[in-house]
């Protein structure tokens, strides 16, 4: 076959491929079109949600700096001089409460963020701190019943502790059980193990606290955990009493 030949076919082959293709297109031209059309619609939809997500984000993070300044504000002391423009507090109670309306507020709005679910945490302090137990168990349960693990390793560890004061040690005990055996980052087993055998030494056990302290020992023996079990077990012994003068 010589050039001239095959450089025919070839041009035939393209002519019949395109003439094909061109049919096919305008055969299908209103399903091309509209399956075009989806296409931009989910890619605009996309990056609409992306930026719109991001917006949010950064909204909820304001909102959550400013909670958390009214949760750290000072308390003032009687005779202590004020710096001009600086938020203060009378006391505890009344600094939890003001920031709890700003932590719900962020948590209720920018629910979907993570300053949103941090925001839900601190609204259960704050309700603890406030004295309103009811509010703050049903908030720490709330958190404690997300998908972010970190976080409700705090709510738990959190419920506990108001367990603890409210005189619900065996439910305090059993989240401390469920700590222990499904660590997390922000709480890791040897703090649920500690907090659990300062509970029994509040409890007059002894005895179960030093088993605890003793298996951390053994187990953690340079981790943090580890040195404060033997610092429980081999406590330094008290500084002499100074001489009269």
Do not use: C
């Amino acid at each position: 076959m010589d050039h001239e030949t095959k450089v025919a076919l070839k041009n035939d082959q393209f002519v019949t491929t395109t003439s094909h293709g061109l049919e096919w297109a305008a055969q299908n031209r209103r399903s091309v079109i509209t399956t075009s059309v989806i296409l931009i619609f989910v890619i605009l939809v996309l990056v609409g949600s992306f930026v719109f997500f991001n917006n949010r984000s950064q909204q909820a993070s304001v909102a959550f700096g400013e909670a958390i300044a009214a949760y750290q504000a000072p308390i003032a002391q009687p005779g202590q001089p004020i710096p001009v423009g600086m938020k203060t507090f009378n006391s505890i109670p009344e600094r939890a409460k003001a920031a709890n309306g700003l932590f719900l507020a962020t948590a209720n709005k920018y629910g979907m963020t993570p300053s949103g679910k941090n925001a839900r945490y601190f609204a259960g302090l704050t309700y603890m701190e406030a004295g309103e137990n009811a509010s703050a168990e049903s908030t720490f349960k709330q958190v404690a019943d997300s998908w972010n693990k970190d976080l409700a390793g705090l709510a738990k560890l959190a419920l506990a502790q108001l367990y603890r004061q409210t005189g619900r040690s065996p439910q305090a005990i059993e989240l401390y059980n469920q700590l222990t055996a499904k660590p997390t980052t922000t709480v890791p087993a040897g703090l649920a193990q500690l907090q659990l055998a300062e509970l029994y030494e509040s409890q007059n056990q002894p005895d179960a606290a030093k088993k605890i302290y003793a298996q951390l020992k053994d187990k953690d023996a340079k981790g943090p955990a580890g040195q404060i079990a033997a610092q429980k077990l081999n406590p330094a012994p008290a500084a002499p009493a100074a001489p009269p003068q």
